[in-house]
């Protein structure tokens, strides 16, 4: 061992000690009779203390040094005369002895500090580097603190944790699929698993009753800011269980990660079917920090003359606490927000609640003090608010409206990321309509069990939309955060399903054919959940991206720019997989 | 909930319980006035009893289940009439009251019991019901409790699994990549990880420190008997240690899986140099359970006439215990065996150490009853015993003498399941010189380091074979289960490695650079190790095969027989890719 103690762990009770600690040079300060170096490692930062007057060799030495030299140095732990209460090893420094300069480096790039001058891509680039900085690192030991926490709760509960194999076979159903060539079965490919769910299901099939996998997926998709290729998914099953009891394992699992994570305690959590989400929040995660909740007020607005209001679907506005005194520009802005193309809005309509009762909007013309009155009664506003409304086709408005109510809701502070709220959202559509290809796709995946009592909708294609799925999603501060699913276990209501999502028995049967072969020789009946583990881990950090909770991310071209990955790979290799490249020189 | 209890809990404390059950149907029984059915789950089985005369209808119901239908059943936990003492549930029985049939289910294709009536191929096509069977469920139970222990362990020890990329670079050293054509990098390509070798060692530079990971691995190479494409690694690396502090703590690991899997309790591992195996045993992973270990006896048998004897390197022998009474057939067996293509030898020649103390040869026209007798001497052999003597180029003698060292312990039972002999071999070759391509690999990978006190000899080519590396093996039972080596941290002594094997400057920059790149920011001392983690659970589950302890294994074409992957891709697929395939139609 190069080292008797970490740079994290020594302190007053270890004075007089004499110790080998290694680590990163941090930080050097040169006072002319004394030369002090920060030493970090992993665990924290030491303090070393070179004399001119008593070992003027080795502190000439010392001085040499540079940022992120690689140290190990022996000396006696004394106390500090100067002491630092912010870390743990503060109150002691060593003076230091013997020196050895395990490896030199070259100057960093960036800063390795909490608040580093890299930017993003730089830290890429050198994630290694950047990984030395203290948030990176904790990001990276929360992610296996959470890890370990999910493992040990779930194998405590007789779940087991199965490997099913990444190398499967390619269906195009979902999303696109990443392909491997195989060199043994040439012309054929295996594909990169986006999730594990045929083969979870195969093991309920083949008994194993309570599965999970903290596992690795991959999607070829075009990546928007916050996805990665490969992503980690906490991948569950289980047999002879009701949603109920779905919902309360991974419940459990949540609440023990919040207690021991974050040291919070929960009750239960609340629910909201799919319909009340969007109905209230207009989302199907809604984020419930905060009020701020869609007020419908079609009744209320209509037949007055105003043309807009008059002729839209819906009507439905949220009442900002206290921001009556919003200016012309502030106003303006929100406007604009709402009317940018990733919102989509036509224009937004506004009732100031003035301190002195009196009401102001920017549809004055069309509706009187008494009107604007009802509208304020309608959406719960005082003295003081600001209503915000839009008018539109029902479904777009409600997302628009989103929107804004989390613009609001961080322009008021109401997002706080130390403060969680988790929420189930239940009761999704099972079909979801697609204009492009004209035809409905299954909402969550194929194998969702639809309500026992929609059933018998299926039989009815004008009635499919309103089909309800015995599948939930858990939602924390708007996040989807997990979802899963009750599964169809019999063959009759799969092969049902398959017609309504436009396969022919052929095509089924080509896809899925093992999974509904296995389902013929004893299927229980059984349910699940995935957890998007990236995910979960920066929310529990507090982070917004999930790219600094994986080691070596991709970034939004797929690429890894420390390594140059992808790269061409040599003709022998293509030759070999007797692949050739389609792409035009 | 779908049940009360499982079947594998209920005991006589239960007795007058009303309970729900849910599982198979294993086997039923129909006696007359009553019929048994054994239900089945993971956890045990359960005996129902349904009576005609208090219940005919329900009788009547259960005598139409057929084998693997899933039931659910309510009934009374009664005590049982005869007793059945091999199973924990074997006092009660459950008078079942309610009977609901959750799944019908086809007969299915192999019996599924402990001992089945299915090949391979078949368990392999419906390999959901072959998990069904105890045996290998048992296999991934002691699979998921073997990670599990594993994780906690090295947790525990200050280690941090951390999750390293699938998509990455393509490195033409080494085995063959699986690789993965980019969409979005038209032209390029990702490769699937041989190991994370370059990433751990990465994690070092970024300082921490203590990293681990269970993850998957994959190899393209044309598969041997039990190799799969897909395998999965306890992959370790550690900073600022030793070789022997790396012993010290996977030693431990090991120990700690011996204990609380199997209850056994080791000292400490014995070691022996590469040379010394080599030397001793003719291989590189001995089977230490037994003796039998080599002799060269070259002083000996040389100069008697025998021209074979005379004219080889290595005359070399093991002496088989109470096996003087071989019959010409047995022996002759022997000979066939090392004649075998797969071992290779010339012949085999023997001695034999008959009950009178008179000594019987196969080349008695060349030695004497004294010559014999000095065999015998230098080979520990007593009365009764059976001398075995190949000869040839020392190296290809001594693998084929091994193969015949582990036929012969086979032979005499001396290669007990249970009894397990764990090793370090230690002080690898650095080099490894192919006859092929005329050049020197690797033996373990570029980046491992020599010797300290051979360093110098990598300035003379001459030399390079005698290199030893801080490179060591884990071994148990003639299975390497492991194995890992010093990292070379010095970019220097890296470059003089890259040039040894050959490649230029640019060619390892190309292949290499962001690993170099990173090691001029400050590498530390690090060192690491790999267990094949397939390969140590099926060693702790006494069996040879790793098959049985993967989920849903490859066949020894690569394909997976029961979802049919690989498979083609659809036109529109390999178009987006820009790819095309060369196969000849």
């Known amino acids: 061992m190069y080292r008797t103690n970490t740079c994290g762990e020594l302190t007053l009770k270890n004075v007089g000690e004499r110790v080998t600690l290694c680590g990163w040079l941090q930080r050097s300060r040169d006072l002319g009779g004394m030369t002090f170096i920060d030493l970090r490692d992993r665990y924290g930062i030491t303090q070393l203390a ?17 940022r992120e030299y690689v140290l190990q140095i022996t000396g006696r732990v004394i106390e500090r005369a100067s002491k630092n209460t912010k870390i743990p090893t503060g109150e002691i420094e060593i003076e230091v002895e013997e ?116 596992v690795r997926c991959f999607r070829d998709e075009d990546l928007r800011a916050d996805r990665q290729p490969e992503f980690t998914q906490i991948d569950c099953e289980m047999s002879f269980v009701e949603q109920e009891d779905v919902l309360e394992m991974f419940e459990g699992l949540a609440k023990h990660l919040f207690k021991e994570v974050k040291g919070l305690e929960f009750g239960k959590f609340p629910r909201m079917s799919w319909h009340d989400a969007m109905r209230r929040y207009g989302s199907d995660k809604p984020d419930i920090r905060f009020g701020m909740e869609f007020v419908e007020i079609n009744d209320i607005v209509k037949g007055k003359g105003f043309g807009l209001f008059d002729n839209a679907p819906l009507v439905v506005g949220i009442c900002a606490k206290g921001c009556a005194e919003y200016t012309r520009k502030q106003i303006d802005a929100l406007t604009d927000f709402v009317k940018r193309p990733q919102v989509g809005a036509g224009g937004l309509v506004w009732v100031k609640y003035n301190a002195d009762g009196s009401l102001k909007s920017s549809v004055d013309k069309f509706y009187s003090q008494e ?27 409600r997302v628009q409206l989103c929107a804004l109510r989390l613009e609001m809701g961080n322009q008021l502070g109401l997002r706080n990321p130390d403060q969680y709220a988790p929420l189930w959202v239940v009761d999704f559509p099972l079909l979801e309509w697609d204009e492009e290809t004209q035809r409905y796709y299954a909402m969550h995946h194929p194998f969702t069990a639809p309500k026992p009592e929609d059933e018998a909708l299926l039989d009815d294609p004008s009635k499919w939309g309103d089909i309800r799925a015995n599948a939930y999603d858990i939602v924390m501060n708007g996040v989807e955060v997990g979802g899963g699913s009750i599964r169809i276990h019999d063959r009759t209501l799969q092969n049902k ?89």
Chains 1, 2 share one sequence.
């Open 50 to 66: 070179f004399n001119m007057e008593t070992n003027s060799e080795l502190c000439e030495q010392a001085r040499k040094l540079g």
């Open 99 to 214: 020196l050895n300069v395990l490896n030199e480096a070259k100057t960093p790039p960036f800063t390795i500090e909490d608040q580093s001058d890299g930017g993003d891509d730089l830290r890429m680039k050198y994630r290694y580097l950047d990984i030395r900085r203290a948030p990176v690192r904790r990001n990276l030991e929360l992610r296996h603190r959470m890890a370990m926490l999910v493992r040990n709760y779930l194998s405590d509960r007789d779940f087991l944790e199965i490997e099913t194999p990444m190398l499967i076979k390619s269906t195009p159903e979902g999303a696109r699929d990443f392909v491997v060539p195989s060199r043994m079965n040439p012309g054929e490919f295996y594909a990169l698993p986006q999730s594990p769910q045929q083969y979870k299901q195969l093991l309920m099939v083949a008994g194993m009753d309570r599965y999970f996998q903290i």
């Open 371 to 397: 009107d604007l009155q009802h509208i304020a009664e309608a959406m719960g506003a005082d003295k003081g608010d600001l209503m915000l409304i839009l008018c539109g086709e029902a479904m777009k408005t």
């Open 497 to 585: 399903m398959f017609h309504t999502l436009g396969f022919s028995d052929e095509q089924a049967y080509q896809q899925f054919g093992f999974l509904m072969d296995a389902f013929s020789y004893g299927a229980p009946p059984h349910a699940g959940l995935a957890f998007g583990f990236d995910r979960l881990c920066s929310l529990f950090g507090g982070a917004d991206s999930i790219r600094d909770f994986i080691a070596f991310p991709k970034n939004n071209s797929g690429r890894d720019v420390m390594s140059g990955s992808p790269s061409p790979i040599s003709d022998a290799q293509l030759e070999e997989l007797q692949i050739a490249t389609t792409v035009k020189q």
